[in-house]
């Protein structure tokens, strides 16, 4: 769509996403190794990683500000959010989102909003995403995802200058 609607296309990644969770439920955990006094316990006011909740609570956070920004899920997927208004599109996976629309300013405005919230890294416009590397092409009008190359050189970091995992 994007492609067909010559848009920006931007993609940010959240960094410790999971940290922004907020838990439905009372958690604890034991006292870190070396405590003098090991029966304590903690009660966690944020997630974790690694904890089950801690996915649910980052999204649950990251939809209630959309949310708060107009922004409403689309029917045909619940991790694709659209802001009526001003035809803006967010896409989600985990700490991945890629933001598209046909307003350029529109988009940056919404990349600054979610840095103001949460500490993010501008990646720009979107090259990999999700293993796949995308090729635009603005006189063909599309987008091609091609797989990651993963010659010698992408391994050496001189070919993929993508985000890391």
Not at 51 to 77: C, M, N
Not at 83 to 110: C, W
Request: hydrophobic residues 35%.
């Amino acid at each position: 769509m994007a492609a067909q609607m010559d848009w920006e296309i931007e993609q940010m990644d959240v960094k410790t996403a999971f940290l922004y969770g907020t838990l439905d439920e009372d958690v604890y955990v034991e006292m870190p190794t070396g405590y003098s006094e090991e029966d304590l316990v903690c009660k966690l006011n944020t997630a974790l990683y690694g904890l089950k909740q801690a996915p649910r609570g980052w999204f649950r956070t990251l939809t209630e500000f959309l949310v708060s920004l107009g922004y409403h899920v689309i029917p045909e997927d619940p991790s694709v959010y659209r802001n009526p208004e001003i035809s803006i599109f967010v896409a989600i996976y985990v700490d991945d989102l890629v933001i598209f629309g046909a307003n350029k300013t529109a988009v940056q405005e919404l990349n600054d909003q979610l840095s103001k919230r949460f500490k993010m890294t501008d990646l720009g416009p979107v090259a990999y995403y999700l293993g796949l590397k995308v090729v635009r092409d603005r006189f063909k009008s599309h987008h091609s995802p091609q797989p990651k190359d993963v010659s010698a050189k992408d391994s050496e970091g001189s070919k993929y200058d993508g985000p890391s995992r």
